[in-house]
């Protein structure tokens, strides 16, 4: 278990998947994350993802966040509590 600065007890709980059924793309958690743990990714409608640059991109339907490098999370949850749609899931460490 983790500890506050002053020796609090925290369990951090980390970012492990997002639900593009339920993201907006509003881009509210990508703004509070200074450790670039999202990105955001078009999809078409189909739901498959799409880059920007690729040949396809006038298809893109909207916006969604995906996981860029989970291995940066910290846990500290910042991401969930602006997150409008609730798309986001978190867990605690495995102990």
């Known amino acids: 278990m983790a500890q506050t600065r002053d020796g609090r007890d ?10 593009p059924a339920k993201c907006i ?6 703004k509070v994350c ?7 990714k078009g999809i078409n409608d189909e739901g498959e993802y799409i880059d ?9 339907e909207k916006k969604v966040m995906v996981m860029a490098d989970s291995g940066a999370c910290v846990g500290c949850g910042a991401c969930a509590r602006v997150c409008p749609s609730s798309c986001q899931k978190h867990e605690a460490a495995a102990a």
């Open 10 to 19: 925290w369990k951090p709980e980390y970012l492990v998947a997002i639900d």
């Open 25 to 30: 793309g509003c881009g509210r958690c990508y």
């Open 52 to 60: 920007d640059d690729d040949e396809d991109a006038d298809e893109i």
């Open 34 to 40: 200074g450790r670039d743990v999202m990105t955001l």
